[in-house]
């Protein structure tokens, strides 16, 4: 994805499984200030990966665009000052 911006997700929700449309992106937990480290997660061959901070499992799902969530409003925007 070079060259691309990399969605960030959060799970403000708690919901345990969050399907999205890209297999490299950031995990962000949730809102400030409840967030943790924003970290890359790359899920390579697998269609699965955890957030070794908040175990949140992400599933990729080729139907969904890169900005689109099941369940809906997960991803993560940067809120203007």
Not at 54 to 62: F, G
Request: proline content about 9%; overall charge negative.
């Amino acid at each position: 994805m070079a060259g691309h911006s990399i969605p960030h997700f959060q799970n403000d929700g708690g919901h345990q499984v969050i399907e999205i449309g890209v297999k490299e992106f950031m995990c962000t937990g949730a809102s400030v200030p409840f967030d943790h480290p924003h970290i890359f997660i790359d899920m390579g061959d697998d269609n699965e990966k955890v957030c070794p901070y908040c175990s949140t499992l992400y599933r990729y799902n080729p139907s969904l665009k890169a900005t689109e969530t099941n369940p809906p409003g997960c991803l993560f925007t940067s809120k203007a000052a």
